[in-house]
């Protein structure tokens, strides 16, 4: 069974043909079917109905805006069912949108996404994280000269030397550890709230499998060895654009060493106590919720 997490599910066609039409892009941004999503400080416009949506301003309303026309600051994200072109902006100051006679605002793209549709958060996702690797790419990491972006903004080429730089998308291992009944979970110096574990988890290495850097982030955190490894799913999460990919790990020893500098605390639960935390019902442990992959790693060993 394929899972479809939260920032993924994007169902915009990418328009991969029409990126290469530098023209045609501008042309489609001069339509009157173009949709504009705006973000500012990377957190998305949401029209507040009972059930929350992003966004979208149309053509007309955009103008009535009077945002930055800039062709170069707008990221191009795809065509929509309606084969309507999609874009995205980041603007520079939290804008007053009451005249348009719509409910508006930005809002905290980690929390809205938890109520938008599945659809939505892979759009979010795509929006969010291009628009961050163009703001932090101006310049060539190889000659220092400016950028300009290309393609609707999945690509930069360097001025100077002409170098083209693509969005880099950072991987993530994320492992339930188990044995038997038992799995591990742990908890980081980062997220020290009380009671709450997750999920073992490190970015990979350069010249690195997902299996190994599954068995060496499991190895450097909690001590323990691996043996069969099973890939679950992915997840998106651009915060700023990582790749979260998801196993089961078996381990063959019990011992658990921790890694007092990165972790406050690793340890061996019992998979009645992680059913319980599922339902929110445990004295002693608090696991994340379905936004995060950890909570469908937890919950596919948990219910097997
Ligand atoms: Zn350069």
Not at 4 to 29: A, M
Not at 35 to 63: M, S
Not at 131 to 136: A, D, L, R, T
Not at 153 to 180: Q, S
Request: some cysteine; proline content about 4%; charged content about 30%.
């Amino acid at each position: 069974m394929s899972i479809i997490h939260t920032f993924s599910g994007n169902n915009l066609d990418r328009g991969d043909s029409t990126r290469h039409d530098e023209k045609k892009l501008e042309k489609l941004f001069e339509s009157r079917k173009a949709k504009i999503l705006t973000f500012y400080e990377l957190n998305p416009l949401i029209e507040n109905f009972e059930i929350p949506q992003l966004g979208w301003l149309t053509k007309d309303e955009f103008a009535k805006l009077k945002l930055s026309e800039d062709f170069s600051k707008i990221l191009f994200l795809g065509f929509d069912r309606d084969q309507s072109p999609c874009f995205a902006l980041e603007v520079n100051k939290n804008i007053e949108y009451k005249h348009l006679g719509r409910d508006l605002c930005y809002v905290d793209s980690r929390e809205i996404a938890t109520e938008i549709s599945e659809n939505e958060t892979g759009i979010l996702a795509q929006a969010k994280s291009n628009i961050e690797w163009n703001k932090k790419n101006k310049y060539c990491s190889s000659c220092s000269n400016p950028m300009e972006p290309f393609r609707g903004g999945i690509m930069r080429k360097c001025l100077g030397c002409n170098l083209e730089h693509f969005p880099r998308t950072d991987p993530v291992v994320i492992m339930l550890v188990y044995k038997n009944d038992r799995c591990v979970l742990g908890q980081t110096r980062l997220r020290q709230k009380s009671g709450f574990y997750s999920c073992l988890a490190g970015f990979m290495d350069q010249g690195e499998s997902i299996e190994e850097a599954v068995r060496r982030e499991v190895k450097e955190e909690s001590g323990l060895q691996i043996g069969e490894i099973k890939y679950h799913s992915s997840q998106p999460w651009p915060f700023p654009s990582s790749l979260m990919i998801g196993c089961h790990a078996e381990a063959t020893n019990e011992k658990i060493i921790i890694d007092k500098n990165e972790m406050t605390d690793v340890k061996w639960f019992a998979k009645e106590e992680v059913i319980l935390a599922l339902k929110n019902k445990s004295k002693i442990l608090n696991v994340p919720g379905p936004i995060a992959i950890a909570h469908h790693l937890i919950k596919s060993w948990a219910y097997n």
